[in-house]
């Protein structure tokens, strides 16, 4: 994708299938991917006839793109698919091959309390559906952990229930 928002493989490949623009294809995509799979030819798609900025990149990440790390290094590889939105690499992984996934575990509330200084983390609940935040959690003798009121509110906890809880990497 270049400054400008314009994604020069979409423009060249991508809106030959839909009927969008790249940001609204690129908006419906985070709510649901089938779409996009429903309306793909099921044949490879040549890039030889590609024109300007999008020719020769497929499968590499964009210069825009923000750099979190080698995915390989949490887990993941590049498969033999590019992204039909910016023509970026695909990569895939099994689910417990992910470091994030590995990381996590599921802890009992054991208190609740108006301040918490502990680990940092990603706090997660299914109480009312899938709700997460980021916040400091303390670990309790009996294995437990503590968490904040504002946390517990946040994700309509309570004494008793359990989390998710995946303490964040330092640098």
């Keep these: 994708m270049t400054d400008a ?8 490949i991508g809106k030959h ?5 790249f940001p609204q294809a690129d908006s419906l995509s985070t709510i649901n991917k089938r779409f996009i799979e429903d309306l793909m030819p099921r044949y490879p798609i040549y890039t030889s006839p590609a024109r300007g900025g999008s020719k020769g990149h497929g499968g ?4 825009n793109t923000p750099r979190t790390g080698h995915a390989g290094s949490r887990g993941f590889e590049k498969i033999d698919l590019i992204d039909i939105f910016d023509g970026g690499p695909v990569v895939r992984c099994r ?6 996934v590995r990381r996590t575990q599921v802890q009992l ?19 009312t559906g899938f709700c997460a935040a980021l916040s400091d959690i303390a670990h309790t003798d009996n294995g437990g ?5 504002s946390t517990a509110a946040a994700l309509e906890l309570n004494v008793g229930q359990e989390i998710r809880a ?5 640098n």
């Design 60 to 63: 590499s990440a964009s210069t």
């Design 109 to 127: 509330v054991e208190q609740i309390a108006a301040q918490v200084t502990g680990t940092a983390s990603i706090v997660a609940s299914a109480t």
């Design 17 to 21: 299938f839909f009927a969008i623009d």
């Design 145 to 149: 952990v503590i968490v904040s009121e």
């Design 5 to 12: 928002g314009d994604c020069p493989f979409w423009d060249a």
């Design 95 to 100: 689910r417990d091959e992910i470091s994030a």
């Design 166 to 170: 995946m303490a964040l990497l330092s």
